[in-house]
C-alpha cells in the first residue's frame, strides 16, 4: 500500500512537546491543524481500512478504533504523533540543515511544518484495528516565543522591561535594619 505524504503548511505548537528530547513517556508531538488536512485523511482512512479489513481474521467481529485525531473546537483537530529511538522523524531548519542540538527550545509556541503519513494497523487480536499517523519529519520555522530565555542576550534594562515596576524592595531606599530581639524581663542564668 502507497504513502500519502502530508505536509501541513505552518503551523504553532500548542502544550508540552517532547521532539528532540524524550520526555516521561518517550517522544511526542502533538499540534492543531485545520480541517482541510482532516478532510484528505478522512477520505483516505476508507481506503486505509478496507485494506486492513482484508486482513481481519472475523470481520464480523471486528472492533473499528477512533480516528488518530479529535476536534478541539470549531474546524480544529489536534492531531498526536509519538515515537521510539528507532523511529526518529528527521528535524531540519528552513534550510533543510538537520537540526542536532537536542537542546533546542522546541517547544509549545514553536512554529514548524509537519510532514506525516496515515498507516493501517491490526491489533494482535486480529479483530481491532484502525489508522494512525506516523511523523516523516519537522521543519523548524521558529521556535517558542518565551520557551526559553537566553540570559546572556539581555542586558539590565532589558531585564527591568520584562518585569515593569510594582510596589516593594528599592535599591534606592536605605536598606532594612533588623529589629533587635526583644529582651526577657527576666535573664536565665546559665549553671
Known amino acids: 500500500m502507497p504513502k500519502n505524504v502530508h505536509v501541513t503548511d505552518e503551523i504553532k505548537l500548542e502544550g508540552f512537546q517532547a521532539i528532540l528530547e524524550p520526555g516521561k513517556f518517550g517522544y511526542s508531538l502533538s499540534a492543531v491543524v485545520d480541517n482541510t488536512i482532516i478532510d484528505k485523511l478522512e477520505t483516505e ?45 528527521g528535524v531540519v531548519d528552513t534550510e533543510g540543515t538537520p537540526v542536532t542540538d537536542t537542546k533546542t527550545p522546541l517547544y509549545g509556541g514553536s512554529t514548524v511544518k509537519l510532514g506525516f503519513f496515515q498507516k493501517p494497523y491490526i491489533l494482535r487480536d486480529g479483530v481491532t484495528y484502525g489508522s494512525s499517523l506516523k511523523l516523516l519529519g519537522v ?53
Open 45 to 89: 482512512r476508507a481506503d486505509v481500512l478496507k485494506w486492513a479489513e482484508g486482513k481481519l481474521k472475523n470481520p464480523k467481529r471486528a472492533t473499528l478504533k477512533p480516528t488518530p485525531w479529535e476536534e478541539v473546537a470549531d474546524g480544529k483537530y489536534k492531531i498526536k504523533f509519538s515515537w521510539g529511538e528507532d523511529k526518529r522523524p
Open 139 to 191: 521543519q523548524v520555522i521558529a521556535v517558542g516565543e518565551g520557551a526559553a530565555v537566553d540570559t546572556d542576550s539581555m542586558d539590565e534594562e532589558q531585564v527591568a522591561d520584562m518585569f515593569g515596576t510594582t510596589q516593594g524592595f528599592r535599591t534606592s531606599e536605605p536598606k532594612p535594619v533588623a529589629a533587635p530581639a526583644p529582651e526577657d524581663e527576666e535573664e536565665e542564668e546559665d549553671f
